[in-house]
């Protein structure tokens, strides 16, 4: 039973639907009684037919407007013009001006003009009385005007304030539902503005923590470093055959060791990042410089560094140190993406207002669910990666002025661009 109940509740939620069955109880009710008046036997109808019949034609309504409702409006306007013919012709086979069906005019206007509007409403008032005039004529003995005046008045100025007011309550209820979905997206950008900040406040403490391990794990390096480098000493001044195996294995140790090195080093400068020291410096010098010292591990890589800067770049007011490095950790990107050979491709570029450093490689291309995170901090694909390397380039890019932005084809590798604003003075 709550279920039908339900059912039956969800059906009705539109407006249209609402309309279309208050209609349809007010005048199927109306009509029955009314019936109960009697009628002058001369006059007489079969009354529950008729009511039967009503009840069924508003059925119809409903369900046209259930099954399309983009109709709707036109569909209640039909019925509208429906019921007032219909109100017509029972006032003329029961008696014209002295038949009590005229009464039916006061809620069907009434109920269209709370749904179409105060116009509608007096319009269908007017009608009303037009036809209640001509039902008069008809059947006499004529009522005259006055009564007609009189029903179109009481019938029309009722309608007009209350499709007045429905106007203006269908107003405050769309402010309202406005209201109501701003309210709803303030609160997703509130949700996702707090789901940054829960993110933020993991990285800081991530960053706090790492900042930590690493001052934690420096010295034990560098103890390791240089007793390790002692080693290598000892097993390069006693020659044998043992000794050489000694020597490579204390070679790789060291080798792991300047990994850590370079591991801690690298969460410093990201949690530690120095303030530039801007002096006016050869952007060209800065990238063929990069050039020539990753090539020789490029060559032993098999890939082939190829190095274009354009002659029109100018020295401009940068910190070749910081900037070096952003270059430099966008290189070894690109190196470790050609770890089977391939072209990578070092380039400047004068633009109007901007100096451009791209960085180029070969590769495989960077795949959408990886790019989504690509400058997100410690997030990285390597298995010994830190996941800083395009957060510290990025974040030295910024400290100039600067942007730094990817693009990537599947399989035809990516690009990295560096654009750096030309001053006033760096135009000539």
């Not at 949700?191 to 403490?205: F, G, K, S």
């Not at 990753?294 to 890589?301: E, G, M, N, S, Y």
Request: charged share 20%; hydrophobic share 50%; aromatic share 8%.
């Amino acid at each position: 039973m709550r279920r039908s109940l339900h059912t039956a509740a969800r059906a009705l939620e539109r407006d249209e639907r609402v309309f279309a069955v208050l209609l349809t109880v007010i005048m199927v009710g109306g009509l029955a009684t009314l019936g109960l008046a009697p009628l002058r036997p001369r006059y007489r109808i079969d009354l529950f037919p008729l009511v039967v019949k009503f009840a069924a034609y508003k059925l119809g309504v409903f369900a046209l407007v259930t099954v399309n409702p983009r109709a709707t409006r036109a569909v209640l306007l039909g019925a509208l013009t429906v019921d007032l013919l219909l109100i017509f012709v029972l006032l003329w086979l029961t008696g014209g001006g002295d038949s009590l069906f005229y009464l039916l005019f006061f809620p069907l206007v009434a109920v269209n003009a709370y749904y179409f509007g105060p116009w509608v409403g007096l319009g269908a008032a007017l009608v009303a009385g037009g036809l209640y005039a001509a039902a008069a004529a008809l059947a006499p003995p004529w009522v005259g005007w006055t009564p007609v005046t009189i029903l179109s008045a009481l019938v029309g100025l009722p309608a007009f304030a209350l499709g007045h007011v429905a106007e203006r309550e269908r107003r405050a209820r769309g402010e309202v539902e406005r209201l109501n979905v701003e309210l709803k997206q303030t609160l997703g950008r509130l949700e996702a503005a707090q789901e940054d900040l829960i993110v933020a406040e993991r990285m800081a403490t991530v960053g706090r923590l790492s900042l930590k391990v690493a001052h934690e794990v420096r010295n034990p390096i560098s103890a390791i470093e240089l007793n390790a480098e002692m080693l290598e000493d000892i097993v390069r001044n006693h020659p044998g055959a043992d000794m050489e195996e000694a020597g490579g294995l204390v070679g790789a140790i060291r080798e792991q060791v300047n990994a850590l090195d370079a591991l801690t080093e690298e969460y410093l400068a990201f949690a530690r990042f120095p303030r530039p020291n801007f002096e006016e410096d050869g952007v060209n010098d800065m990238v063929q410089g990069v050039a020539e010292f990753v090539r020789p591990v490029a060559t032993r890589q098999g890939i082939t560094v190829k190095v274009a800067c354009d002659a029109a770049v100018p020295t401009m007011v940068i910190d070749r140190t910081l900037l070096r490095q952003a270059v430099l950790n966008l290189v070894k990107n690109g190196l470790e993406c050609l770890s089977r050979g391939g072209l990578l491709t070092v380039s400047t570029c004068r633009r109007p207002g901007i100096v451009e450093i791209a960085v180029g490689d070969s590769g495989p291309g960077i795949p959408p669910d990886i790019a989504l995170r690509l400058f997100e901090p410690f997030f990285t694909t390597k298995p010994q990666g830190t996941g800083l390397g395009l957060s510290i380039a990025r974040q030295i890019v910024e400290e100039h002025g600067g942007e730094l932005r990817w693009s990537s084809t599947p399989g035809s590798g990516a690009t990295f661009t560096i654009g750096l604003p030309l001053k006033d003075d760096e135009h000539g």
